[in-house]
Nanobody, 116 residues
Framework: VQLQASGGGLVHPGGSLRLSCAAS????????MAWFRQTPGKEREWVAT???????IYADSVKGRFTISRDNAKNTVYLQMNSLRPDDTAVYYC???????????WGQGTQVTVSS
């Protein structure tokens, strides 16, 4: 599937944004949907994962502030980001992983800027 991320923008510290990642096809067979982020000069950093079994996992840096969810009926994954901080500024990417047969796909990034 092809992935299209959207929802980024400029927000003040303490604000909220919701990112969306729309897939071109069904994500029901996709085992893992995840969000990553990257800032210039740094490696891409894992943010959160949602399995098709309903398990969600978060990086410590976003735990309690971000919520990942997947809507298989809409073939879309969301990342609700609350209490945003300047160090959350990054380009955010979504990723789909199917285990058998193995398949991975990245979406294009969406810029999130947290600044006063």
């Amino acid at each position: 599937v092809q992935l299209q991320a959207s929802g980024g923008g400029l927000v003040h510290p303490g604000g909220s944004l919701r990112l969306s990642c729309a897939a071109s096809g069904s994500i029901a067979s996709i085992n893992v949907m995840a969000w990553f982020r990257q800032t210039p000069g740094k490696e891409r950093e894992w943010v959160a994962t949602a399995s098709n079994g309903g398990t969600t996992i978060y990086a410590d840096s976003v735990k309690g502030r971000f919520t990942i969810s997947r809507d298989n009926a809409k073939n879309t994954v969301y990342l609700q980001m609350n209490s945003l901080r300047p160090d959350d500024t990054a380009v955010y990417y979504c990723k789909a992983v199917r285990i058998v047969p193995h398949y991975e796909s990245w979406g294009q990034g969406t810029q999130v800027t947290v600044s006063s």
